[in-house]
């Protein structure tokens, strides 16, 4: 194998987008051009009764929704895909914005008829401290949305990233007509039937399709004329390098549903996104290089309890440099440890097999017996290799918590740690009277936390909610704990840092007023 030439192969990446967008109907898509599936509907599973998606823990299988941001490793056009998937809803969690950490380009799924909504924003402000590449489809043009001048005029103003129209629609809903496309300069038509069986037509140099055509006779034709003309005069200028760095966004037009505009947007994101390149370590000035001979990878997930029967784990490694082999040692760069990778996995569309080789980009699953931790370096050869530890996200969802019963305060205490460890939530205690506060960003992460303290570590919690807060950092040095209030609760967290949960931003506002001088920080 030469690793070069397969790690140039790879994508890897993940689709943000809020719930119902049409991420699940997209991911459906790509699976049916690279021929993974043969049939639409598999992915959701919900309808025909069979999960794609393992069904990996009890609540999921109950509530039915995947907990897991599980991985699917596809060819298309002569690449390997691989897509993280980053749960939504009410499965919103940490391991949401970790998954983050693990790719090379984000696919933006808007629904152009809502436009950007809240959890697009979130996810995309952590690709935007990567600096990755974001790509963004905007969905649904089979039915009728907003205007696509105000939603592209909304990408800039709401998320600050300067956006560039790759095709732009002809009409909308009923009335689509197809894409006109800048970047492959031709349009793609709706209706080949109505259009002499052609699905694309070329643009000639004046930005015009030659000959007669019924579309041509919409005045919606005429009208995406005029758009294109504006957007080349006053719209921003295609620049790769800007994509590359993650400042502009490549805007593209389609139906997941109907798979129209679909195959487009793949064509050129493949192109685009880029390949694995080098990553940071905490040496400074020391990357790992993606072809590098050696094994590097991090963990940036831990899935437990998989089989309830057994307590297994899967960690979640993203490899970032060499290649890996099934039956190789590895070292825990945290705890020196060496481990014989024997068991791994690999994840496709509704199944997972035992991986063999793997290579720079691609994710793994390793079952775990408790030697990982999330943000763990694994590498092989002689020179330790150690990634930056990721970052930790600001929770907006509090609950106290204590065990329910006090003679089983030892299997509480463990369980906490170990489940706060592994980043399953964070915690905090209360200044003076240190009682035990977790937070999250996921309701999820609270019923995950609540289901496994009893089911492993046999603890039953009381928990009770304090509902959505600001948590904002202050250094020891400006601390005066008489800051303290009913409307902003002082507690350290797990590194014993003091931290203050505000009620709501108009408790944020009101500590600045009467405290100007002092600096308040959030996590990411
Ligand atoms: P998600 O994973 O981002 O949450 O969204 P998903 O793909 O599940 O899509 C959410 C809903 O939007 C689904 O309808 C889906 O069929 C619809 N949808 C997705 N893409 C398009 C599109 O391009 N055009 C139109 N018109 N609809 C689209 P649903 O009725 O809520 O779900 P289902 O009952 O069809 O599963």
Request: glycine share 8%; net charge negative; aromatic share 10%.
């Amino acid at each position: 194998m030469n690793l070069a030439q397969e790690v140039a192969k790879r994508r890897t990446f993940a689709i943000i987008s809020h719930p119902d967008a049409g991420k699940t109907t997209i991911t459906e898509q790509l699976l049916l051009y690279s021929g993974a599936i043969r049939q639409a509907g598999t992915v959701k599973g919900k309808k025909s009764g069979k999960f794609a998606k393992s069904d990996w823990m009890a609540i999921e299988q109950q509530r039915g929704i995947s907990v897991t941001s599980s991985v699917m490793q596809v060819d298309y056009d002569g690449y390997q895909i691989n897509l993280v998937d980053t749960p939504g809803h009410e499965d919103f969690s940490e391991d949401t914005y970790r998954t983050l950490m693990a790719v090379d380009a984000a696919v933006m799924v808007i629904d152009s008829g809502k436009g950007i909504e809240p959890q697009t924003k979130k996810l995309f402000q952590v690709c935007r401290m990567r600096g990755i590449p974001i790509f963004t489809f905007m969905n649904k043009l089979d039915r009728d949305g907003r205007e696509p001048m105000e939603l592209v005029a909304e990408l800039e103003e709401v998320l600050d990233i300067d956006a560039y129209a790759m095709n732009w629609p002809m009409g909308m809903g009923k009335q689509f007509l197809g894409l006109y496309d800048f970047y492959n300069k031709r349009v793609e038509l709706t209706h080949p039937e109505e259009n002499g069986g052609n699905d694309f037509l070329p643009l000639n140099d004046e930005g015009e399709v030659d000959g007669e055509y019924k579309f041509k006779e919409s005045s919606i034709y005429t009208d995406t004329l005029e758009n294109a003309e504006l957007m080349r005069e006053a719209g921003n200028q295609f620049d790769e390098e800007r994509i590359a760095e993650g400042e502009l966004t490549p805007v593209f037009f389609g139906s997941a549903l109907t798979g129209f505009g679909v195959q487009t947007f793949l064509d050129a994101f493949v192109d685009f996104a880029p390949a694995p390149s080098e990553i940071e370590t905490v040496e400074e000035g020391h990357p790992v290089e993606p072809t590098d001979k050696e094994l590097s990878g991090f963990i940036f997930k831990i899935q437990a309890n998989m089989d309830p029967r057994h307590r297994d784990r899967i960690a979640f490694v993203r490899i970032c440099s060499g290649t890996f082999e099934e039956g190789m040692d590895v070292k825990v760069t945290r705890t020196n440890k060496k481990i014989k990778l024997n068991n791994t996995t690999r994840f496709m569309a509704d199944t997972r097999e035992n991986v063999k080789e793997a290579v720079a980009g691609d994710i793994i699953g390793l079952y775990d017996t408790g030697n990982f931790q999330i943000g763990d370096t694994i590498y092989t050869g002689k020179d330790a290799v150690e990634f930056p530890p990721l970052p930790q996200f600001t929770p907006e969802l509090f609950m106290k918590v204590s065990p329910k019963n006090v003679m089983k305060q030892k299997s509480f205490h463990k369980g906490m740690q170990q489940l706060v460890q592994e980043g399953a939530i964070q915690l905090y205690r209360t200044w003076h009277s240190e009682e035990y506060i977790i937070g999250a960003v996921g309701q999820l992460q609270f019923e995950v936390f609540q289901y496994r303290l009893l089911n492993e570590y046999n603890s039953e919690v009381e928990m009770s909610s304090m509902g959505n807060k600001i948590a904002r950092w202050i250094s020891e040095e400006e601390l005066d704990p008489k800051m303290s209030s009913s409307r902003n609760l002082l507690c350290r967290d797990i590194h014993g840092k003091p931290v203050f949960l505000f009620e709501n931003n108009f408790a944020v506002n009101w500590f600045q007023g009467k405290y100007p001088d002092v600096h308040l920080e959030a996590l990411l």
